[in-house]
């Protein structure tokens, strides 16, 4: 019997460590026979803390939100074949939600050990490596990337192959591989969840990689907020350092590779490329103008390979089942599978795995639940800073990268925020521009000043101070800011702009000219009454209202003072009749 | 940019803080030969320190080699270093997109009225510093806010201002205890 709790980030910020402490107390306590595990993230964020019970026959189930003092229940139901209750097991619903999906990237996270090279070995782990080292050359391996239509996972979606071909035709040596895990994108967290999951998986693939284009030193560059991340890589580079599959002549083929990891240090625009590179240098991360590209001149001069984690996570798959069996998912030009971290107002928020081409609607809906509280959906926030929002009447985009393209958002690596009526799309693209203006490494004028103009103008629109011609004067700048970047974080910096103001031109109409945020977010163009026909007296908005704007008594309705409030909502909320109405 | 974050520059702290700068020869020992090793000395340089003080830039560049100015440079850019001290407990909130649209700006009035503090500010008994941070990667548990390394998810106004007395209550009943044994 083995007891299995899932334990990636999400998990133990859900409590999961407490669970697995009351498990093993219990277990200890009563002396029983049975194994207590640890495993990734199997994507059910909402879920969490999950726990895993296998019977003697292997059958699993799958125990939901989890707390501690369910331990010793868990164990009776475990041993004795206790029926547990509905609620605490998996609904059969979630099950189809996860059927639905098709793990590939996420193959092992949430079913394996991460902290354990033996897992992995189980499931036909560094199978590929082997069936690469032993029985082809590094242009079979770029072959049958290419069958397989694997595109970049990491935002852009260029070919791996040609990358990988570029670096490979190179002449000069040493060559690096260096496998990109910052993740940038506030509100994504894919490529965690997989290093915390299948950590051993983006080694097998940077070991394919650096055999293809003929490296012996690999890096991780790794988020600095991922500690847990960089702990399960640490440990399995030292497992399969032991076990001789990263070092010197790995499965006496000859072929050396090693790896070590680089933490960041916080800077979004570390992310792009040239600027990961001079990080990686010890430098400030400033991007540099491409060609020479980093398959010419990287890392020190030398030709270097980049690619994201998702990407690598499929490399081993594709050798061990075939680039033809990857290329059978998918679309016409966007094979495979992607991962996307579903989150913002959604029901079912966490980590999906889908086939490309499925529709929106299906990802949000089917997989996803829907809307929380089943409000009215607005938007899907694709691509992060660099992407877009696409509004409900193109719900059945296929997620694919050209249709995507096509909506003014793009791919990206796979954040997909959902947003409700309630969410105003101005005060959207101001928390983007937000971002992107701290974000910025200065360099380019346009993207330093550019972004800090546009916020300016979006601040004020939101702050109730918007000008005629604001609207004009954003779209000017957009075009300014997209034309004088030299990387692309300037240069799609103002697609959340354009986005919102192809998608939602009448949500800044409506706070310009007509002084209202139709979503009721943009508190300075609040305008807060008491309904007289509701009221019935009791004065607890009086009483709570920090400014004594509201006056009124037993026998006289209340009433708010314009000029005294401050449009907390205080009064809203503790109203219990909802006399309060706002507008 | 990051160096300024809106409020002036954030200059290093120019009195010279008196730590202890031979912690760090280990760690310069092992990385100073070692190029582009600058952000990893400056990390472990933090780790030890709790923040970077101007002696201890000073005495990496003199060390390493590198122009006192790269070293400043680079301390600058990153958002990870600091050149403040910072208070006993670290509260690194979350201000990723999937937070900001499940409300972590409530969050933050409600930790700013708390603590009486706003981002990048240590209270005045030093027991806690808020940074706001873009995104933790538990965003389908958002919001969420992590204080010296753990995560607190499903963040309400009134459930961090709970967190955040719970904690003072359990550092005060410490502290007793060790000032009475
Ligand atoms: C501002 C900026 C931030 C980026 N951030 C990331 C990131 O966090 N992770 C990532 O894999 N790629 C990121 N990219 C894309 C990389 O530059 C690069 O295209 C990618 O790592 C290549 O890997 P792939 O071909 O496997 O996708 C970013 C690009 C830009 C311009
Ligand atoms: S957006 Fe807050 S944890 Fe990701």
């Known amino acids: ?583 | 940019m990051q160096c300024c974050k809106g409020q002036g520059p954030q200059a290093p702290d120019p009195t010279v803080s008196g730590v202890d700068l031979s912690l760090l020869i280990p760690v310069l020992e092992k990385y100073k030969s070692k190029p582009g090793s600058l952000i990893t000395i400056l990390q472990k340089a933090q780790d030890l320190y709790g923040y970077l003080p101007i002696d201890v830039l000073d005495y990496v560049a003199s060390e390493t080699g590198i122009k006192p100015p790269n070293v400043y440079g680079v301390a600058t850019f990153y958002t990870q270093f600091r050149l403040k001290p910072i208070g006993k407990y670290l509260i690194m909130l979350c201000m990723g997109t999937a937070c900001h649209v499940n409300g972590a700006s409530a969050i933050e009035d409600a930790i700013c009225d708390e603590l009486k503090i706003v981002d990048g500010e240590t209270t005045e008994d030093n027991l806690f510093t808020l940074n706001n941070v873009a995104c933790l990667g538990c965003c389908s548990l958002s919001p969420v806010m992590m204080i010296n390394g753990e995560t607190h998810a499903k963040l309400t106004p009134d459930k961090a201002r709970k967190i955040l007395r719970e904690i003072r209550k359990q550092d005060q009943l410490e502290t007793g205890k060790e000032a009475t044994s």
């Open chain 1, 1 to 583: 019997m083995r007891i299995v709790v899932g334990q990636g980030s999400c998990g133990i910020a859900a409590g999961a460590t407490k669970v697995s402490t009351a498990l093993e107390n219990e277990i200890t306590q009563r002396n029983l026979p049975v194994s207590l595990e640890l495993t990734g993230c199997c994507g059910t964020c909402y879920l969490e803390p999950v726990v895993d019970i296998y019977d003697e026959h292997n059958e699993k189930t799958t125990f939901v939100m989890v707390t501690p003092d369910m331990a010793g229940e868990l164990i009776d139901i475990a041993l004795e074949g206790k029926t547990p209750v509905e609620t605490q097991i998996i609904s059969a619903e979630d099950m189809e939600a996860q059927a639905k999906q098709k793990k590939v990237a996420l193959r092992n996270a949430g079913s394996i050990n991460p902290e354990d090279i033996n897992d992995y070995l189980a499931v036909d782990g560094y199978k590929a490596i082997e069936k690469v080292l032993t029985t082809m050359s590094p242009t079979e391996v770029i072959e049958e990337i290419k069958i397989s239509g694997l595109r970049g996972r990491g935002g852009a979606g260029f070919p791996t192959w040609f990358k990988w071909n570029a670096a490979y035709q190179q002449k000069e040596s040493p060559k690096y591989m260096v496998c990109n895990a910052d993740e940038g994108d506030p509100g994504a967290f894919m490529d965690r969840s997989v290093l915390e999951g299948d950590p051993h998986g983006i080694i097998e693939g940077m070991l394919i990689g650096g055999y293809a284009i003929g490296a012996s030193e690999g890096i991780f560059y790794v988020r600095a907020e991922y500690p847990l991340a960089i702990k399960r890589l640490e440990i399995a580079i030292e497992q399969a350092r032991e076990k001789g599959f990263l070092g010197k002549n790995i499965l006496g083929t000859g072929f050396d590779f090693d790896l070590w990891i680089k933490a960041g240090a916080g800077a979004f625009v570390c992310g792009e490329e040239t600027a990961l590179i001079a990080s990686l240098e010890g430098e400030r991360g400033m991007p540099r103008l491409k060609p020479p590209f980093p398959a010419q001149k990287g890392y020190w001069q030398k030709p270097t390979n980049i690619n994201n984690v998702e990407t690598l996570a499929n490399v081993p798959w594709i050798f061990r089942n075939g680039g033809a069996a990857f290329a059978a998912m998918g679309t016409e030009l966007s094979k495979g599978t992607k991962v996307f971290a579903l989150t913002g107002k959604i029901k079912k928020g966490g980590l999906v795995e889908i086939p490309m081409g499925l529709s929106l609607r299906e990802v949000i809906f089917d997989i996803g639940g829907g809307i929380l509280d089943d409000k009215a959906f607005k938007a899907v926030q694709m691509g992060g800073p660099s992407g877009g929002c696409i509004p409900a009447q193109l719900l059945d985009t296929p997620v694919d990268y050209e249709s995507i393209t096509k909506t003014g958002a793009i791919m990206g690596s796979g954040g997909m925020v959902v947003m409700d009526e309630t969410t105003c799309m101005v005060e959207m693209a101001r928390f983007f521009l937000d971002f992107t203006r701290k974000e910025s490494c200065g360099k380019c004028i346009h993207c330093r000043m550019g972004t800090k103009r546009m916020l300016e103008i979006l601040t004020r629109i939101t702050d109730g101070k918007g000008k005629e011609g604001d609207i004009e004067l954003l779209e000017e700048l957009c075009e300014k800011v997209k034309e004088g970047s030299l990387c692309a974080l300037g240069g799609t910096a103002p697609n959340p702009v354009l986005t919102t103001l192809q998608y939602f031109r009448d949500e800044y109409e409506a706070h310009i000219y007509e002084h209202k945020c139709p979503s009721h977010q943009c508190t300075h163009l609040l305008t807060y009454t008491i309904s007289e026909e509701a009221c019935r007296k009791c004065g607890i908005c009086a009483r709570n209202c920090p400014t004594d704007a509201i006056s009124g008594s037993k026998d006289v309705v209340y009433v708010i003072d314009q000029d005294l409030c401050i449009k907390c909502g205080k009064c809203k909320t503790v109203c219990p009749f909802k006399a309060v109405d706002v507008d």
